[in-house]
C-alpha cells in the first residue's frame, strides 16, 4: 500500500521509518529540493535522536512498507 502524498505539503512533516537505523526512527522533513520547473524532485530528512541528515527522493516516503506518516 502506498502513501498519499503532495510533495508540495512534505515540509515540516513527520515520518517513521519501518526499519530504524542506528536508532534512527522518527525522522522531519528539513528542505524540499526542487528542479528547474520547481517540482520537488527530493527532501532532506532529519532523524531527530542524531540530528543526521539524508537525502531522499520524495517518492521514497510513498512506500509504506518503508515510511509510516507521523511519528509511530
Known sequence: ?????NPNKLYLSK???????QKEKHFLV???????QE???SVVIEALMTKKEY????????VSDHWLPGWK
Open 15 to 21: 515520518w517513521t521509518s519501518t526499519s530504524p537505523q
Open 30 to 36: 528539513t528542505k524540499l529540493l526542487r528542479n528547474e
Open 1 to 5: 500500500m502506498a502513501n498519499q502524498i
Open 39 to 41: 517540482q520537488v524532485e
Open 55 to 62: 537525502t531522499i527522493p520524495w517518492q521514497h516516503l510513498k
